[in-house]
């Protein structure tokens, strides 16, 4: 008896089972002496079904819960601010644009470039590659007013390499933008 309760089992006349545990020994269950009881504390134990379900169910539902993340973090994306009611027209491809925007790093919020630093709107056409793919990407479908937060990932942004001194490689970027002025352009790019 001794022995069992040491190992966390607990005796009765009947049957001996592991304290604190809902799994089944793999032995019939009487137990009539000490040697008895010694010889149950030998025999494999075993848990239910369910509970060795339930822990991979648990375990796989943690592993896509990592994969989703991953992933969210390598898409752009796209808050709107400041919607417009009354909008006529909407950026498309080939459009050029008048942006003032305040560009941060994610990690650490630090700004890296501002227009409204300077006073001045950042023009552009959209859809030609003047400007990294999360910008390209991010401000389609814009009205005259409107305001956006764009998460951008690495693979959208600079990459590896990052951009002079203030934007390291890999990093994640932050633009609050705002969408001044739309000039239609070629639209047919």
């Given at each position: 008896r001794i022995a069992a309760q040491e190992q966390g089992y607990k005796l009765n006349e009947y049957s001996i089972q592991k304290v604190g545990s809902t799994g089944t020994l793999s032995k019939p269950l009487p137990v009539t002496s000490e040697r008895d009881s010694f010889d149950y504390l030998q025999m494999d134990y075993k848990e239910p079904r369910e509970q060795k379900m339930s822990k991979y169910l648990i375990f796989i539902a943690l592993l896509l819960m990592i994969i989703?993340?991953?992933?969210?973090?390598?898409?752009?994306?796209?808050?709107?601010?400041?919607?417009?009611?009354?909008?006529?027209?909407?950026?498309?491809?080939?459009?050029k644009l008048h942006m003032h925007y305040t560009g941060t790093l994610k990690s650490n919020g630090?700004?890296?470039?501002?227009?409204?630093?300077?006073?001045?709107?950042?023009?552009?056409?959209?859809?030609?590659?003047?400007?990294?793919?999360?910008?390209?990407?991010?401000?389609?479908?814009?009205?005259?007013?409107?305001?956006?937060?764009?998460?951008?990932?690495?693979?959208?942004?600079?990459?590896?390499?990052?951009?002079?001194?203030?934007?390291?490689?890999?990093?994640?970027?932050?633009?609050?933008?705002?969408?001044?002025?739309?000039?239609?352009?070629?639209?047919?790019?």
């Open positions: 989703v993340t991953t992933f969210a973090e390598d898409k752009l994306q796209i808050g709107i601010k400041k919607k417009v009611e009354n909008c006529d027209q909407k950026s498309k491809k080939g459009d630090k700004k890296f470039d501002s227009s409204r630093d300077r006073g001045e709107p950042f023009t552009f056409t959209i859809g030609t590659g003047q400007v990294i793919k999360g910008w390209d990407q991010g401000l389609l479908n814009m009205c005259e007013g409107e305001q956006r937060k764009l998460v951008i990932p690495p693979s959208l942004g600079y990459g590896d390499r990052g951009a002079g001194n203030d934007i390291p490689g890999g990093a994640t970027l932050v633009f609050e933008v705002e969408l001044v002025k739309i000039e239609r352009g070629n639209n047919d790019l």
